[in-house]
């Protein structure tokens, strides 16, 4: 019975291996969401870098990785914020931002280091998420351009003294 349940089903091995033959189809796929991700990930960082935050240029990685330590002092004599948790509590709760305090992918709790998941920002439904994926240009499709404008006003929001 254990190789029953410890080996892929057939049909899924059929899938793999045809998957591994790089089949144009899917190699143009893969080339397409890949330009789709950088281009939505490089302008969220650019989004983050605007706002004063320090950010790596992304490389492949599913998570752009501003952090927030320039705009410590501020941060906390405005918003109370001293760690990464506290950053994300803010940015969740006062402007509905959903990211991960980087204290969650192991980085010290009392750095200001948030981890932001871009794929969202692709479009609402299934139309938009096509599109997206066949634009030259996917960070200017209408939809993804505002929600980068959306974000860029909520750091505006953050970083301004109350």
């Known amino acids: 019975a254990s190789e029953l349940w410890s080996s892929t089903?057939?049909?899924m091995q059929h899938a793999a291996t045809?998957?591994?033959?790089d089949p144009q189809e899917l190699v143009d796929r893969v080339a397409l969401a890949r330009r789709l991700h950088g281009s939505v990930a490089n302008a969220v960082a650019e989004v983050f870098a605007g706002a004063g935050c320090e950010v790596m240029p992304p490389q492949g990685g599913f998570y752009v990785w501003p952090d927030f330590e320039p705009l410590r002092a501020?941060?906390?004599a405005d918003r109370g914020i001293a760690t990464s948790a506290d950053l994300a509590e803010v940015l969740l709760e006062r402007f509905g931002v959903v990211v991960l305090p980087g204290s969650a992918f192991g980085d010290d709790p009392e750095?200001?280091?948030i981890r932001?998941?871009?794929p969202g920002l692709y479009g609402e439904n299934d139309s938009e998420?096509?599109?997206a994926?066949?634009?030259d240009e996917p960070a200017s499709m209408p939809w993804i351009?505002?929600?980068l404008e959306g974000l860029a006003q909520k750091l505006r929001a953050l970083t301004a003294p109350e």
Do not use: E, K, Q
Not at 18 to 21: D, G, L, M, Q
């Open 9 to 11: 089903p057939m049909p």
């Open 116 to 118: 932001v998941a871009v």
């Open 129 to 131: 998420r096509l599109a």
């Open 111 to 113: 750095r200001l280091t």
């Open 145 to 147: 351009g505002d929600a």
């Open 74 to 76: 501020s941060l906390a």
């Open 18 to 21: 045809y998957a591994w033959s």
């Open 133 to 135: 994926l066949v634009s």
